[in-house]
């Protein structure tokens, strides 16, 4: 039966998840009670028993060097043997496009005789993947960072051909740099038909290009461009005249200087001319990059008032990411954005103007701009505690983690997150999803991740099997016994007060209604493990 008094506890979120006190700078660096939870929680989706056992074997700046220098275990043959049974993760775009076509392919094969699987396949797999490594995964550090990154140069798989690149885009040009350099990670983004596509580039072309030379640097991309129309975007079906400013205008506002960071509309038409030509062959049959010589513009330019010799073809692009790169604006918005991901919504401008130092001293190395935030005091400061709320991805993955569930990711899982608002790989914009607490706390979605709750430790939800008898047994089987052990199993310490009371509080409600059923009986553990996980301290982090 399905809790029907959400309403106090939805409105106890409600009130606990406003935005956090911004973290004091004042506090000596100090690791404190907790340490290891609140590690896990901001590095690793939360503690699991695996994790903390080991944190507390290699204390918590052996376990964060181990994750930084990749000195893992390797993948467990349990999340090996998961891994394998999605084949697209290790497909290349080519091969991805050619057995997981759009409509009309599909359709024609059909028609002879063959049956081809349709590309939300891609994204299922993809997405059943970014599940199980965060919660079964030797480096959870690791995945934290590629969810991070990923989320700071945003693709959508909803964006026609991109779909067929997401895969390639997080396995070949997000994860082998977030633990390298900085300007490697932005180059490797910059030249990926994924973000290529996604933010139009591939289209851009010098502007004043005539129409024969056009067609000339048409057959530069492939002689049969036309076939690659898409049945969902026709208009994609080949580059467009004219310079396009989209990819310019998202590598500085987003990706490098911010939105504050000193740069012009002029600056963003220079970086776009810097790019034209960066292109892609055949983006729906053969999706690579590929530099188009007659469509670039081969005048000089000047970005940030730096002039870039004219003549310069692919290598203007790289130029400008050089520049974009070490740049202090750069600097100050990317310790800002990890500040404000590890520490705190408003993050204190001491701690950011220290991590834009570190950055720039290192010239862009981030495993040094990691240790930093680590090492910082307001990273270990009370007052960051309990400071961030999970988003939905956060929130899934530190409830299996914590209920030791066995996974199979289904399609209902991934689902689940869509409906709390986070469908994997589908952020709407280029900006990625939201960074801050309060699109997260809304009624909905609160609800949302309630029912999502019940339904883990109620064995209502496919692909995640929970055995409650194997995380915590009280010494007397009573209400508050099952509160106070389940919360230290779930949440690491003891559930407050408020909590405490709320949950037992519907327990005595429920319990209440049954005795009038004439249907008393044990105590409803799955009911209580549901609303710790639905609970103000299980929801931030």
């Known amino acids: 039966m399905r809790l029907v008094s959400l309403c106090s506890l939805v409105a106890l979120l409600l009130s606990c998840a406003s935005s956090p006190h911004p973290v004091r700078s004042e506090a000596p660096p100090d690791f404190g009670p907790g340490a290891e939870v609140h590690l896990l929680q901001r590095w690793a989706f939360g503690p699991s028993e695996r994790d903390l056992a080991e944190v507390r074997a290699l204390g918590v700046r052996g376990w964060v060097e181990a994750r930084l220098a990749r000195r893992d275990a390797p993948v467990s043959p349990v999340l090996e043997a998961k891994l394998q049974e999605l084949p697209t993760l290790t497909m290349s775009m080519t091969q991805l496009a050619s057995d997981y076509p759009g409509k009309k392919e599909r359709e024609q094969a059909l028609l002879d005789g063959r049956e081809l699987l349709p590309p939300a396949r891609i994204g299922l797999e993809l997405s059943a993947a970014k599940v199980l490594r965060a919660v079964e995964g030797p480096n959870p550090l690791e995945e934290v960072l590629v969810d991070f990154w990923f989320n700071h140069f945003n693709v959508s798989a ?61 057959r530069d991309v492939a002689p049969t461009m036309e076939e690659d129309g898409d049945d969902e975007d026709p208009a994609a079906s080949e580059p467009r005249p004219g310079l396009n400013e989209n990819y310019a205008r998202e590598l500085l506002e987003l990706h490098t200087l911010g939105v504050d960071g000193g740069y012009s509309q002029q600056d963003v038409r220079e970086v776009a001319r810097s790019f034209t030509g960066w292109s892609i062959r055949r983006p729906r049959r053969e999706p690579e990059f590929f530099f188009r010589r007659r469509a670039h513009d081969t005048e000089a330019k000047q970005v940030l008032g730096q002039v870039i010799p004219a003549r310069g073809g692919e290598a203007d692009g790289e130029k400008v990411l050089d520049l974009l790169a070490r740049h202090p604006a750069t600097a100050r918005h990317l310790a800002t954005k990890l500040a404000r991901r590890f520490v705190s919504d408003t993050p204190p401008p001491a701690l950011v103007d220290r991590l834009a130092k570190v950055f720039l001293d290192s010239d862009g190395d981030l495993p040094t701009v990691y240790r930093a935030l680590i090492d910082s005091p307001e990273f270990w400061a009370p007052e960051a505690r309990g400071a961030k709320v999970k988003t939905p991805f956060e929130f899934v993955v530190s409830a299996l983690r914590a209920t030791r569930a066995q996974v199979e990711v289904r399609p209902r899982l991934v689902q689940a997150l869509a409906r709390m608002g986070e469908p994997l790989y589908r952020a709407p914009a280029p900006t990625g999803f939201p960074e801050g607490a309060a699109p997260w706390v809304n009624s909905g979605a609160l609800v949302a991740r309630l029912n999502f709750s019940l339904d883990l430790v109620s064995g209502r939800l496919p692909g995640a099997r929970v055995t409650l008898s194997s995380l915590a047994t009280p010494a007397t089987p009573t209400a508050e016994a099952w509160v106070d052990t389940l919360g230290h199993t779930l949440l690491g310490t003891a559930p407050s007060a408020e909590t405490r009371a709320t949950v037992l509080a519907a327990l005595s409600r429920r319990t209440e209604a049954a005795s009038a059923e004439g249907e008393p009986g044990p105590v409803d553990v799955q009911l209580i493990a549901g609303l710790l996980l639905g609970s103000p301290e299980f929801q931030r982090q």
């Open 158 to 218: 909803d964006k026609g051909a991109v779909r067929w690149m997401v895969t390639s885009y997080e396995r070949d040009a997000i994860r082998p740099h977030v633990l390298g350099r900085f300007r490697d990670l932005l180059g490797a983004t910059a030249r990926h038909p994924a973000m290529l596509f996604y933010l139009d580039n591939w289209r851009s072309t010098r502007d004043g290009m005539p129409r024969p030379a056009r067609r000339m640097a048409k």
